[in-house]
T-cell receptor, first 113, second 115 residues
Framework: AQTVTQSQPEMSVQEAETVTLSCTYDTSENNYYLFWYKQPPSRQMILVIR??????QNATENRFSVNFQKAAKSFSLKISDSQLGDTAMYFC??????????FGTGTSLTVIP | DTGVSQDPRHKITKRGQNVTFRCDPI?????LYWYRQTLGQGPEFLTYFQNEAQLEKSRLLSDRFSAERPKGSFSTLEIQRTEQGDSAMYLC?????????????FGQGTRLTVV
């Protein structure tokens, strides 16, 4: 079974600063996908960024980037120039190809003005 | 709006009653997932469909839970004889199949409160 671990239940960051959220996972699969989802207080989850395991290059989406370490099974999310709208729960997720998504327990991020 | 739609958004029911939730996925998305989320936790997998076929069910899905996707479009999740422990947010998500990475698109959820 796949497991996803987020060891930081809560984090805070000053507006305009950079923050990194941690995620580790456990799998015996070689091909899979990793995701970071954001869930604002309105509760609808939206995709922040995704990474294909076969790609060595770390994914980036504007202010969001990941540090994917396949051997270490680590997938951290870096948010640069944090904005108030980044305040949300962030979930790391794993998907084996053609299968379901497995989510971590989430990190609650608060951006402080 | 062409996103994933869930109905109702909120449901309060008395213990022992049956409830049914509906999910309309994004058009042409073959995959449809049901997740349960309790406060402060991540989504827990319940079941998923590819078209009308139910491919996997979690052990969380006791015999009081049943899900259908009869025509491969919308899906329903029914909980019979509700218990207080069923109180949670029930999330539906859909994704296309093929063409590479398939992210899941989530609905806003149905919040169930069993009193």
């Amino acid at each position: 079974a796949q497991t996803v671990t987020q060891s930081q239940p809560e984090m805070s960051v000053q507006e305009a600063e950079t923050v990194t959220l941690s995620c580790t996972y456990d799998t015996s699969e070689n091909n899979y996908y990793l995701f970071w989802y954001k869930q604002p207080p309105s509760r609808q989850m939206i995709l922040v960024i995704r990474q294909e395991a076969y790609k060595q290059q770390n994914a980036t989406e504007n202010r969001f980037s990941v540090n994917f370490q396949k051997a270490a099974k680590s997938f951290s999310l870096k948010i640069s120039d944090s904005q108030l709208g980044d305040t949300a729960m962030y979930f790391c997720a794993f998907m084996k190809i053609g299968n379901q998504f497995y989510f971590g327990t989430g990190t609650s991020l608060t951006v402080i003005p | 709006d062409t996103g994933v739609s869930q109905d109702p958004r909120h449901k309060i029911t008395k213990r022992g009653q049956n409830v049914t939730f509906r999910c309309d996925p994004i058009s042409e998305h073959n995959r449809l997932y049901w997740y349960r989320q309790t406060l402060g936790q991540g989504p827990e997998f319940l079941t998923y469909f590819q078209n009308e076929a139910q491919l996997e069910k979690s052990r969380l899905l006791s015999d009081r839970f049943s899900a259908e996707r009869p025509k491969g479009s919308f899906s329903t999740l029914e909980i019979q004889r509700t218990e207080q422990g069923d109180s949670a947010m029930y999330l539906c998500a859909s994704s296309p199949v093929g063409g590479g990475v398939t992210e899941a698109f989530f609905g806003q959820g149905t919040r169930l409160t069993v009193v």
